[in-house]
């Protein structure tokens, strides 16, 4: 079965920092795009980024540009999304998700994991 | 960026209806635009890719149609199982983006 597995649920404080996973197993981990995307409480979805784990080519949405940083270790199938310094904005959903097609970089998001609940609260 | 503004922001409907939610994006973007659905508490699901294609497993009441500026999603017969909100999104230019998000309930 094709799959993306996420890490569990956060509660953080502001400024600390964190990296949430996002484990692909049942295809070829490194043939395939995988996105972030955010969701805040009760609002609608938003593309962060997205890299190419067999190569780690990375490509950014400028709104989150310097905020986030996307990486990935082929050699355990797993994505990354980090963050360096949190803020209570960063309070969301986080979904990872497999890119098919290649028009621009992925065309659509056809596997997405179960989603990462981040919560940054003082 | 590309905007993408979806039409109406909610919806209430009867069982067996024909229900239509309309996705418009800020430039030409021919056929790049998939729908997704998005069941509450649940990760969204690709629901029509290159704008009018199904994906494997999605019942055949669902319908996507459009180009250019203008798309649409159709439920023939709309069925309790179909509430969620439905989001489009285009990948004609980076970065991709995604409508607001239409919120579609049963009466």
């Known amino acids: 079965e094709v799959q993306l597995v996420q890490s569990g649920a956060e509660v953080k404080k502001p400024g600390e920092s964190l990296r949430i996973s996002c484990e692909g197993s049942g295809y070829s981990f490194t043939t395939y795009w995988i996105g972030w995307v955010r969701q805040m409480p009760g609002k609608g979805l938003e593309w962060m980024g997205i890299i190419y784990p067999g190569d780690s080519d990375t490509r950014y949405n400028p709104s989150f540009q310097g905020q986030v940083t996307i990486s990935a270790d082929k050699s355990i199938s797993t994505a990354y999304l980090q963050w360096s310094s949190l803020k209570a904005s960063d309070t969301a959903m986080y979904y990872c998700?497999?890119?098919?097609?290649?028009?621009?970089?992925?065309?659509?998001?056809?596997?997405w994991g179960q989603g990462t609940m981040v919560i940054v609260s003082s | 960026d590309i905007q993408m503004t979806q039409s109406p922001s909610s919806l209430s409907a009867s069982v067996g209806d024909r229900v239509t939610i309309t996705c418009q994006a800020s430039?030409?973007?021919?056929?790049?635009l998939n729908w997704y659905q998005q069941k509450p508490g649940r990760a969204p699901k690709l629901l029509i890719y290159d704008a009018y294609n199904l994906e494997t497993g999605v019942p055949s009441r669902f319908s996507g149609g459009g180009s250019g500026t203008d798309f649409t999603v159709t439920i023939s017969s709309l069925q309790p199982e179909d509430v969620a909100t439905y989001y489009c999104?285009?990948?004609?230019?980076?970065?991709?983006?995604f409508g607001q998000g239409t919120r579609l309930e049963i009466k």
């Open positions: 430039r030409d973007i021919s056929n790049y």
């Open positions: 999104q285009q990948y004609g230019n980076l970065p991709l983006t």
């Open positions: 998700a497999r890119g098919v097609g290649a028009t621009v970089v992925t065309d659509a998001f056809d596997i």
